[in-house]
């Protein structure tokens, strides 16, 4: 039996059991240890909120039956995840023996992640079976800490009915934008993120434009790299989207990431670049003013001649602090196997609830046929996303540096001056990098 919570602002909400399933115990799929020698115990797992995650979790009944491991999970928003993660490491009393987090958290928080390759080697278990982007997201100081089982490519999201034809380019982005302006002017053209919000969101997009030119965020000696004059031509480009050309949604300063998209599913902007999953939530009609008909996906626009996309991925995690490292690491491989993964964005329904999701991880989903039939060919145009494709710097030190560049990206959209802010924005990371010790 499990039991599942979800915390929002302190509140424990009610918790749900399901029966367990019947399996054969003779068969023992997923490398998983014959005779249950982990029998009895209890698994605490802390997890975000996504329909994809409840699409396992219902499913665990399962592994409860193949292992005699008992699992409990504890759902939690994305807005508090953060600050749920960094007090179980300040904790350190090993309350949640697996857990989920972001992966730029993931080398603030890598003394009490678990690394695994030991684990893998001894199983047969290669990160090779995930996108390179996807793979390094989950990895720290040549070691991996976990499994990226929710993992985005970026898509350019479109009103199919408005635009006939995708935008390729950035340029095209302008062009297409400036037409709409003058054929539907109740509907903003693009819908984009540049408030400073705390999660660096304002910097999912500018990345494109900086990789893409040719620049980085740091030099090899862990200086800021963002003051040549290739990235500071870049930045102002993605700034001049809403300052100079104004193909922009007016509330792109206030928008984050959620705004953007209620934006687009309302009907008041025409494209918005963002994660893959949010696909079906533009056509859910509980969320969403649209049609499936009425929008379209295409890979990320190019710039400067180049695409080269930011990726990102919620590894899962086992705690140094579990007492149960072993039984955690059997839910581990069940819960990361390739099969999982496909019949996670195949099947609607599990134990009864309605489940919509498109996320896969594995590279072996992202080709696969029915996994893209089940899902528009999102998955295959996600995989021609991630052919060119990087993760954010896996340092201590980025989510302080993230910030120094957020809040500049965020004063530049509104009208300041790009290479004063940018230029200013490097000094203070120098600085804090050189207090850490990573700049001599």
Not at 95 to 103: E, G, I
Not at 408 to 419: C, M, Q, S, T
Not at 431 to 438: D, E, N, P, Y
């Amino acid at each position: 039996m499990r039991r599942q919570t979800l915390l929002k602002a302190g509140v424990v909400v009610a918790a749900v059991s399901l029966m367990p399933l019947n399996a054969a115990a003779e068969d023992i799929p997923y490398d998983l240890k014959e005779g249950q020698p982990y029998a009895g115990a209890k698994l605490n797992i802390l997890s975000v909120v996504t329909p994809q995650f409840d699409g396992l979790m219902l499913r665990d009944d399962e592994f409860t039956e193949l292992t005699g491991i008992e699992t409990e999970w504890t759902f939690i928003p994305f807005g508090s995840l953060q600050e749920k993660i960094n007090a179980e490491g300040i904790a350190a009393n090993g309350t949640f023996d697996v857990v989920n987090y972001l992966d730029s958290w993931g080398p603030p928080n890598a003394h009490w992640l678990m690394p695994i390759d030991d684990m893998m080697a001894q199983d047969g278990i290669s990160m090779d079976r995930y996108p390179a982007a996807f793979a390094r997201s989950a990895q720290y100081d040549g070691k991996t800490l976990g499994f990226p089982l929710r993992a985005h490519p970026q898509l350019m999201f479109y009103r199919k009915d408005l635009i006939p034809e995708p935008p390729t380019s950035w340029q095209e982005v302008i062009e297409i934008g400036k037409a709409l302006k003058e054929t539907n002017p109740d509907i903003a053209p693009l819908a984009l993120y540049y408030n400073n919000d705390g999660n660096r969101q304002n910097l999912f997009i500018w990345i494109n434009f900086l990789w893409a030119a040719g620049a980085d965020i740091f030099n090899d000696d862990w200086t800021a790299a963002w003051t040549s004059d290739e990235a500071i031509k870049a930045t102002e480009d993605y700034i001049a989207l809403h300052t100079v050309h104004g193909v922009t949604n007016p509330n792109s300063l206030a928008f984050v990431e959620q705004d953007a998209r209620q934006s687009f599913m309302q009907g008041k902007s025409a494209m918005i670049p963002v994660w893959w999953w949010a696909y079906s939530g533009f056509y859910n009609p509980e969320s969403s003013t649209l049609t499936k008909d009425q929008v379209g996906f295409t890979g990320m626009p190019s710039y400067d001649g180049r695409t080269k996309t930011y990726a990102i991925s919620m590894p899962f995690s086992i705690s140094e602090y579990s007492e149960n490292k072993e039984a955690a690491w059997e839910f581990m491989k069940w819960l990361s196997n390739p099969e999982m993964d496909k019949a996670n964005a195949i099947e609607r329904e599990v134990a009864g609830k309605s489940i919509v999701n498109n996320v896969v991880t594995h590279i072996s989903s992202l080709q696969d046929a029915d996994v893209n039939a089940a899902n528009d060919g999102i998955q295959a145009a996600a995989w021609e996303s991630l052919e060119e494709s990087d993760i954010m710097p896996q340092i201590p030190e980025w989510p302080e540096v993230g910030d120094i560049l957020s809040a500049a990206i965020a004063e530049a959209a509104a009208g300041g001056d790009v290479r004063e802010l940018m230029t200013e924005a490097a000094e203070q990371s120098n600085r804090v990098l050189k207090r850490a010790g990573r700049i001599e």
